[in-house]
């Protein structure tokens, strides 16, 4: 869950994307979302999906509410949801 905030978050939707207005105009959150994707080389199998959340889900939001806040929400829910997902199959609960 930290990773997501300080790892992730911050440094792309919190401190790349309101910088990249500059260079990249109205594609800065396509290019935000690609190089999210790009981060997670050490998983390839999710470059793509990441790449595709990186950007509608993390990014839009970020940027037309211009706030790293829901950003972070959504990406911490993902994490809880796998996390208590996780925990029931290991646990059997499900």
Request: no cysteine; aromatic share 16%.
């Amino acid at each position: 869950m930290f990773n997501t905030v300080i790892g992730e978050e911050l440094p792309f939707r919190g401190h790349l994307l309101p910088r990249m207005n500059g260079a990249f105009g109205r594609w800065d959150r396509t290019v935000n979302g690609r190089l999210f994707g790009a981060s997670h080389i050490r998983q390839p199998w999710t470059i793509f999906g990441s790449s595709i959340l990186g950007e509608f889900l993390f990014a839009l939001p970020t940027k037309r509410f211009r706030s790293a806040w829901f950003g972070i929400f959504a990406h911490s829910g993902k994490s809880a949801y796998l996390l208590i997902l996780i925990l029931g199959l290991v646990l059997g609960f499900a």
